[in-house]
């Protein structure tokens, strides 16, 4: 018989120079959090083993330039770490109870495209403590750079996270979540569900198909960029299916105001660097060989696509700020008993596709909400579909930007016997409110 000795296998590195079970083991004795959070069954080394393989076969893009991914290029980006500070401020307070202000230190968040780091280091630049963030990535270079940092990351993919069942407050996706391709989706989204808590958040972020930084990404990134970007964006329908079919309750899709926002000592200084941001952020070498000749066409490009760059004085001197919208959508956890979380699913027209007015002020949804609950819905990106609070008070009604404002209604939710079901005050829409929730086969006759 043939003597097999098993400590001949090389185990496939997780780390730059460190098997899983090793680096395991270096996180939970540098960072004691990973001793409630690791699932014992997934971080079993066998287990592992086929985790890490699999890892390592998918993860390039985000590698270094050897590989021929464009990490380091969009770490060198990520140093100024308030480069998005308003959309990442706006994807922490929708952790909130309210949705309206960044929680603190003891909520546990995991960033599932954490990268670098570049939001737990947002958040340890704010004036009062935040969330505590664990970053998560499948490359390893992101997690190294983490680490060096001294910053708490785990390598990961998004679609088998070692992190044990209920155990997290808040998981974010964000920053990437088009990398994840069709299977990956539905997948990320029910690792999601089942890390969380009863009454853990999930906040899913990315940009609408055919929405300006969609077509920036089609037609500028993907012919430039080291690694291309073949890569789909997210329709509003598609976000709110995935969230709904994975469990979440109390969803709601809607749009957030997210800028690069880029900093100089004077007014061109801070275009520049706000041109350099994106040069590097996206490894575009296709754009030309030199950093001025780069940003050049990358200047002359961006009208047609993302609009113009503003420049103003700011407490840091000037900043530069290119206008971005992205998409976002959030869902909750049921608690056992259901209890803070309900049914009601609101329709608000979407002026990006249907060319209605954008409401102008929070606490308004928009002019489409009227047209709901019960009929027939105007199909596809016309819609954008939430799934709301039944005791929402006009003054917690659904803004149309970050901010919902809705901490749900204490009642039983769900598809509730018809029997069950009592109409609830709608968030103010205009005025309307006490429509009732759809019930499953109104609610399945509209997905898309
Ligand atoms: C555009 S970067 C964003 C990084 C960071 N969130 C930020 O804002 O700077 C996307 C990140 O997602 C990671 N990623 C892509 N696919 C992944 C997957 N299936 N599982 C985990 N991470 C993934 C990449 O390695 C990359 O670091």
Redesign the pocket.
Known sequence: MLAFDQSVITEPLYLEDLPAPAALQMLRSRFPVFDRLLDPGRTAPAALRDAVAA?NA??W???DADTGGR?TA?NLA?RATDN?APG?AALLRLFSPGFDRIPGPETLLL?????????ARFVNGLDTPGPMIV?????RL?VEACLARDLPALR????HSLIRGGALDGVLI???SH??NDD?RPA?VAEAFRTLRPGGRLVLHDFETGGSTARWFDRVVHPWSRTGHPHRHFTRSEMFSLLTAAGFRDVRVMDIDDPFTLHGADAAAARDALLDHLDR?YDLVGAGDTPASRRARIAAALPDMLGAIRVAPSTHGWTARLARTALVAIGTRSTPTGAGDCAHVRYCSHPAAGGHPRPAAAGRSGSGADAHAGRAAPSGRQLELRRTSAAASPARAGPARAGPGDAGCGRRHGYQPAGDRRPGPWPSAGGRSGKRPLDRDEWRNLQP
């Open positions: 890892m998918a993860s893009e985000f590698e990490g969009y990520q998005r990442m960033d599932v495209l954490g990268g670098d780091g570049t939001l970053s998560a990535d499948l490359s992101m990961q993919a998004a679609t964000a920053y990437g990398h994840l990956d990320a952020m």
